[in-house]
Antibody
Framework: QVQLQESGPGLVKPSETLSLTCTVS????????CNWIRQSPGKGLEWIGY???????NYNPSLKSRVTISVDTAKNQFSLKLSSVTAADTAVYYC???????????WGQGTLVTVSS | DIQMTQSPSTLYASVGDRVTITCRAS??????LAWYQQKPGKAPKLLMY???TLESGVPSRFSGSGSETEFSLTISSLQPDDFATYCC??????????FGQGTKVEIK
């Protein structure tokens, strides 16, 4: 059974960089698109971007200037960096896998990141 | 961005009811639509993709229909486990892929 697990700090100061890692177990990330998605408290889902296992990326234009997603196929992990965060970036961050540029079939449990001084 | 609008925002229903949720796209997305179920404190769970294809393991009481700009998710006989929030996702345009705001199904 494929499982995804997010890890990283739950509290980030304004203007700093949010960093999260997603570890995939029970299956390889090779051949898949590895996504980050967030959900602000009480709000809908917002796709942040993906990295293909080969390294190509695609980011949400609204966040593109602040987002970097990277992959480590040897560790079966991928990571998110979001720079210059503000309170508006407070959200539950999910990692999710998609077999194509489509729907997301496996998700991590989500991790709450709060931006506050 | 393609805007996805769901209706209603909240739906009150009883166990055994037939329930239909609608998702409208701001432009044609062909059949590139997925539906998810989300329970409080949990990640979304994929129910349906390509508008009407049931994800493996999802009960057959769930069905999807529609194309272009109008889509629906129907639960033929609502079960206690089905009280949750449902949202749609378009992936015709992946820059960016976008979600509806969600429809909460609550007990009447």
């Amino acid at each position: 059974q494929v499982q995804l697990q997010e890890s990283g700090p739950g509290l980030v100061k304004p203007s700093e960089t949010l960093s999260l890692t997603c570890t995939v177990s029970g299956g390889s990330i090779s051949g898949y698109y590895c996504n980050w998605i967030r959900q602000s408290p009480g709000k809908g889902l917002e796709w942040i971007g993906y990295i293909y296992y080969s390294g190509s990326t695609n980011y949400n234009p609204s966040l593109k200037s602040r987002v970097t997603i990277s992959v480590d196929t040897a560790k079966n992990q991928f990571s998110l960096k979001l720079s210059s965060v503000t309170a508006a970036d407070t959200a539950v961050y999910y990692c999710a896998r998609s077999p194509s540029r489509g729907s997301f079939d496996y998700w991590g449990q989500g991790t709450l990141v709060t931006v506050s001084s | 961005d393609i805007q996805m609008t769901q209706s209603p925002s909240t739906l009150y229903a009883s166990v055994g009811d037939r329930v239909t949720i609608t998702c409208r796209a701001s432009q044609s997305i062909s059949s590139w639509l997925a539906w998810y179920q989300q329970k409080p404190g949990k990640a979304p769970k994929l129910l349906m993709y390509k508008a009407s294809t049931l994800e493996s393991g999802v009960p057959s009481r769930f069905s999807g229909s529609g194309s272009e700009t109008e889509f629906s998710l129907t639960i033929s006989s609502l079960q206690p486990d089905d009280f949750a929030t449902y949202c749609c996702q378009q992936y015709n345009n992946y820059s960016p892929t976008t979600f509806g705001q969600g429809t909460k199904v609550e007990i009447k």
